[in-house]
């Protein structure tokens, strides 16, 4: 697996060789929460299309479900630690303010006597896994590479205040395995970014797991951020891929699209966008005639307000989403949102779920979101096999063995953490009997803060 260095090129096939999930054992019915908050029924589970909600007690944090991902990956594909040059964590869940989530993972590296792995910690609401991802591809692209492998881990617990942004918390963690001669290849320099400064969703207070939040508002800087990086996305790639520059690629040249996922309504809301996009460029085209009168908007501010236009572009592409994005949707609609985790959980399930057949030589966009803020719309190719993924991943299988609790479980496992945010001296009180086998879970927390784990 792990390729030799040149000094002539870029490594070959630069891409992903395994992905690792993992996500909590207990779950909430998001039916039976719309009962218990009193809310309309279908309001979580057709308005936001949710169907469970991972949750978490006390025994787990943002080290011990990272440390149960990345011993997952290397047992599942038998990778010696030698073998990782380099390491780097996307979380939005700290929990110490100088001590990053890496090097508590080093201590899986200590049998291997490997303490030679570049890399820390990286933060920006959901987007610090993708940029740890690009950190990793850069490594392994430059001449600070050693010919060894580079892992990433993409990790949250999600959860928020009593309100209406609860029901869109989940949890999860995603490690990402990646190296030269891969079966999922990034294509080269048509990633596009759009960054600006917004307040939609940020965490001020220090003591507490919950963000400050404008939901509305941080649904239209999510639809904004998809005009702004998949229209750049397209003139990258047509200009390096090509012959023609002037012909954009379109939708259609997309054989799947995998979205970050606050919830799976917003994404189904920003594919149509896509659309969108595409018909602005080509109004004229017979192709567009369904929804050729909403070219007049031409990404006025207007279009990011109108349900017409939102409506119409979802109802205009619901065939191809149910084909192309809907198998990107199995974590999300099950587990919830994971921040960092939630895009890479996405790619995950699609990979988990797609046959060789449906998947080989096909492009894969990807678009990753992160709230104050930061998104970038960019691709891989599967160029081999991705059966190895769906025996390792199996992700179907092992949601169906989680164990469901109630509402008024989940709100007291809430209350639990949020109790317990700053405490020392402290022996956590969840149960772990139903946990999966090889869980980390958190065992105490020292008159020192210092956090050890145990393994189920």
Same mark, same amino acid.
């Given at each position: 697996?792990?390729?030799?260095?040149?000094?002539?090129?870029?490594?070959?096939?630069?891409?992903?060789?395994?992905?690792?999930?993992?996500?909590?054992?207990?779950?909430?019915?998001?039916?039976?929460?719309?009962?218990?908050?009193?809310v309309?029924?279908?309001?979580?589970?057709?308005?936001?299309?949710?169907?469970?909600?991972?949750?978490?007690?006390?025994?787990?944090?943002?080290?011990?479900?990272?440390?149960?991902?990345?011993?997952?990956?290397?047992?599942?594909?038998?990778?010696?630690?030698?073998?990782?040059?380099?390491?780097?964590?996307?979380?939005?869940?700290?929990?110490?303010?100088?001590?990053?989530?890496?090097?508590?993972?080093?201590?899986?590296?200590?049998?291997?006597?490997?303490?030679?792995?570049?890399?820390?910690?990286?933060?920006?609401?959901?987007?610090?896994g993708?940029?740890?991802?690009?950190?990793?591809?850069?490594?392994?692209?430059?001449?600070?590479?050693?010919?060894?492998?580079?892992?990433?881990?993409?990790?949250?617990?999600?959860?928020?205040?009593?309100?209406?942004?609860?029901?869109?918390?989940?949890?999860?963690?995603v490690?990402?395995?990646?190296? &030269? $001669?891969?079966? *999922? @290849?990034?294509d080269?320099?048509? =990633?596009?970014?759009?960054?600006?400064h !917004?307040? %939609?969703?940020?965490?001020?207070?220090?003591?507490?797991?919950?963000?400050?939040?404008?939901?509305?508002?941080?649904?239209?800087?999510?639809?904004?951020?998809?005009?702004?990086?998949?229209?750049?996305?397209?003139?990258?790639?047509?200009?390096?891929?090509n012959?023609?520059?002037?012909e954009?690629?379109?939708?259609?040249n997309?054989?799947?699209?995998?979205?970050?996922? &606050? $919830?799976c309504? *917003? @994404?189904?809301?920003?594919?149509? =966008?896509?659309?969108?996009?595409?018909? !602005?460029? %080509?109004?004229?085209?017979?192709?567009?005639?369904?929804?050729?009168?909403?070219?007049?908007?031409?990404?006025?501010?207007?279009?990011?307000?109108?349900?017409?236009?939102?409506?119409?572009?979802m109802?205009?592409?619901?065939?191809?989403?149910?084909?192309?994005?809907?198998?990107?949707?199995?974590?999300?609609?099950?587990?919830?949102?994971?921040?960092?985790?939630?895009?890479?959980?996405?790619?995950?399930?699609?990979?988990?779920?797609?046959?060789?057949?449906?998947?080989?030589?096909?492009?894969?966009?990807?678009?990753?979101?992160?709230?104050g803020?930061?998104?970038?719309?960019?691709?891989?190719?599967?160029?081999?096999?991705?059966?190895?993924?769906?025996?390792?991943?199996?992700?179907?299988?092992?949601?169906?063995?989680?164990?469901?609790?109630?509402?008024?479980?989940?709100?007291?496992?809430?209350?639990?953490?949020?109790?317990?945010?700053?405490?020392?001296?402290?022996?956590?009180?969840?149960?772990?009997?139903?946990?999966?086998?090889?869980?980390?879970?958190?065992?105490?927390?020292d008159?020192?803060?210092?956090?050890?784990?145990?393994?189920?």
């Amino acid at each position: 697996m792990v390729g030799s260095i040149s000094n002539s090129s870029y490594p070959a096939n630069v891409g992903i060789h395994a992905l690792e999930y993992y996500f909590p054992s207990k779950f909430v019915d998001q039916a039976e929460l719309e009962q218990f908050d009193g809310v309309s029924a279908g309001k979580y589970t057709i308005g936001l299309g949710q169907t469970q909600m991972a949750v978490c007690d006390d025994r787990e944090d943002i080290n011990s479900i990272s440390l149960t991902v990345v011993q997952n990956l290397v047992e599942k594909h038998n990778i010696s630690f030698k073998d990782i040059g380099y390491l780097e964590v996307g979380t939005e869940s700290i929990i110490d303010k100088s001590k990053s989530v890496k090097t508590v993972l080093m201590s899986l590296f200590e049998e291997s006597g490997n303490h030679d792995v570049e890399g820390i910690d990286t933060k920006n609401a959901c987007y610090g896994g993708t940029a740890s991802v690009f950190n990793a591809v850069n490594w392994v692209e430059s001449s600070s590479w050693d010919g060894r492998l580079a892992l990433v881990v993409a990790a949250d617990i999600a959860s928020y205040a009593e309100g209406p942004a609860r029901p869109t918390g989940g949890a999860g963690a995603v490690a990402i395995l990646i190296g &030269p $001669n891969a079966p *999922l @290849v990034f294509d080269h320099g048509v =990633r596009s970014t759009h960054m600006n400064h !917004l307040w %939609d969703f940020y965490k001020p207070e220090l003591a507490s797991e919950y963000p400050t939040v404008d939901g509305h508002f941080s649904n239209t800087c999510y639809i904004r951020s998809v005009d702004a990086c998949y229209s750049l996305y397209t003139k990258k790639f047509s200009k390096r891929y090509n012959a023609n520059p002037e012909e954009l690629i379109k939708m259609e040249n997309l054989d799947h699209c995998v979205f970050h996922a &606050p $919830n799976c309504k *917003l @994404v189904q809301k920003a594919y149509g =966008r896509m659309a969108y996009n595409d018909m !602005l460029q %080509d109004p004229e085209n017979e192709r567009y005639a369904a929804i050729k009168e909403y070219a007049s908007f031409a990404h006025s501010e207007e279009s990011y307000y109108d349900k017409n236009l939102e409506r119409a572009m979802m109802q205009f592409t619901k065939g191809e989403y149910a084909k192309k994005v809907i198998p990107s949707l199995y974590a999300a609609t099950n587990v919830g949102n994971m921040y960092t985790a939630s895009v890479w959980a996405g790619l995950s399930s699609l990979v988990s779920s797609a046959s060789d057949e449906e998947l080989l030589n096909k492009r894969v966009g990807i678009y990753s979101y992160g709230s104050g803020s930061a998104a970038t719309f960019f691709s891989l190719k599967v160029v081999a096999s991705t059966e190895k993924f769906r025996e390792t991943l199996d992700i179907k299988a092992r949601l169906a063995k989680r164990t469901k609790v109630t509402p008024e479980a989940f709100v007291g496992y809430l209350a639990l953490r949020e109790e317990t945010a700053l405490v020392k001296d402290y022996n956590p009180i969840g149960d772990v009997s139903d946990m999966a086998k090889g869980t980390y879970y958190l065992q105490r927390i020292d008159e020192k803060f210092r956090r050890t784990y145990l393994r189920a």
